[in-house]
């Protein structure tokens, strides 16, 4: 088709106005970031490797689709002060009780077959029924936006579909116990999520709403970040603080060094869990501030990608194997900002200013002689200088002080945290327990 740039139905009456595009729209940009925040909550309490890393890209392009949302609703004649406000309390109580999921198993049924399926099919009804030429901007970002979350519940769908089986099969080879007993009396944590949202009229607010108005479940209290960093205990191995390889290392340093390199970066999630926690805890900063702060954290887990990927392409099995989560627990009790400065600016600035990174990509292109992992670690490096910049473009205004004076904390902070790591390194190699 030629005519109208090859927009179909191009003569049809929409059906939004500016105005209720508008507010139709700040709905799809207040649940995507609640989805952002409630996620990076959540992380650092979930269990399951594949779920965790899932989560980290999912908040990550929940943050890109929120910020597309910021840049048009603007345009259709909306103060930009409305980005700041919350466009329904029933949403805004909706995120309140998602942040309190209690398992993996919540968490991914509430948003894979719950939140995320109303957003995918109010995009697709949207993108259908707006009028196609005077609303080709919004419709452009709904496109993207219905890729990523086609691309997100296939995931999530195989997901639950695994976690599910592994549960059956536990059932049919153990008795059930008295807490499992008692969530089965319980109404399931993804039918009250998705009743807060029906009283919200759905995602659009299009729908009608009960008249009975929703309360409070598990959001009376308010919710606490876990002060420890879990992995799955069935199947990963202990959480540690100290530092350690794969089994039955090789006997040449070079092959040695290798593998440490390799299980260092695959423990960078213990970073997302710091950077999640600080996303969660620290409020009324700029939109920019939790954008950029998504992308870090989806940066670190592909990090920790970068790890794995090299260990199985290399025939290691790493996840029997104690899981270094030091980043996170050693920092959990301290604010933001000085968790946000001790990692951007003592950790990752510091490893440009001893030109860390890029002497691990050379030893990697030029003594281990590994392409796989060069380019990790090529690409690893230039991550951290977009780190680096991130830490001295918000930590001073987290801590309220100059670049300098935030330096110095980061180096105290340092000092504490190695010398946590230091203990538990020689606790293990003594054969003792390896987490403080």
Not at 16 to 21: R, T
Not at 112 to 118: G, L, N, Q
Request: aromatic letters at 8%; one cysteine or more; proline letters at 5%.
């Amino acid at each position: 088709m030629l005519k109208f740039s090859g927009i179909a139905n191009p003569y049809a009456l929409g059906k939004y106005g500016v105005e209720q595009n508008a507010r139709v729209l700040q709905r799809y940009r207040f649940l995507h970031e609640g989805l952002l925040k409630a996620a990076a909550g959540q992380l650092p309490g979930r269990e399951d490797w594949d779920l965790r890393v899932a989560m980290c890209r999912h908040m990550y392009e929940d943050a890109e689709i929120a910020n597309q949302w910021r840049e048009r609703i603007p345009e259709l004649r909306t103060s930009s002060a409305v980005l700041s406000k919350e466009p329904d309390p029933v949403l805004s109580l909706l995120m309140d009780e998602l942040v309190h999921a209690g398992s993996d198993l919540e968490w991914a049924s509430a948003v894979y077959e719950v939140v995320k399926p109303a957003l995918l099919a109010a995009y697709r009804e949207h993108m259908a029924a707006t009028q196609q030429i005077v609303d080709q901007p919004t419709i452009r970002v709904l496109r993207g936006a219905i890729l990523d979350l086609e691309a997100q519940l296939e995931w999530g769908e195989a997901f639950l579909a695994e976690l599910r089986a592994s549960a059956a099969a536990q059932d049919a080879t153990a008795d059930a116990t008295a807490e499992a007993a008692a969530a089965q009396d319980a109404p399931p944590f993804a039918d009250a999520i998705a009743a807060f949202l029906a009283a919200a009229g759905g995602v659009a607010g299009e729908l009608s709403r009960p008249t009975d108005l929703p309360r409070r479940g598990r959001s009376r209290t308010t919710y606490a970040v876990p002060g420890r960093s879990v992995r799955d205990p069935r199947k990963m191995g202990e959480t540690t603080w100290a530092r350690t390889s794969v089994a039955n290392p090789p006997d040449d340093p070079a092959g040695r060094e290798l593998l440490m390199k390799m299980r260092v970066r695959q423990e960078e999630m213990t970073a997302c869990d710091l950077v999640a926690a600080v996303l969660y805890g620290q409020k009324n900063m700029p939109w920019a501030f939790y954008r950029d702060l998504a992308r870090h954290i989806w940066d670190e887990a592909r990090h920790a990608m970068f790890g794995q990927a090299a260990l199985e392409a290399d025939g290691h099995e790493w996840m029997s194997r104690p899981q270094y989560t030091s980043d996170y627990d050693i920092n959990a009790d301290k604010i933001p900002a000085v968790q946000y400065a001790w990692l951007s600016i003592g950790i990752e600035e510091g490893a440009m200013i001893s030109l860390g990174k890029k002497k691990e990509y050379e030893w990697c292109r030029d003594e281990a002689k590994h392409p796989l992992m060069a380019q990790f670690q090529d690409y690893d490096w230039a991550d951290e200088i977009v780190h680096a910049n991130l830490g001295r473009k918000w930590t001073p205004d987290l801590m309220g002080e100059e670049l300098p004076f935030v330096r110095e904390a980061a180096q105290k902070e340092l000092r504490h945290f190695f010398a946590e790591v230091d203990k538990a390194n020689k606790a293990f190699a003594r054969g003792e327990a390896s987490k403080a």
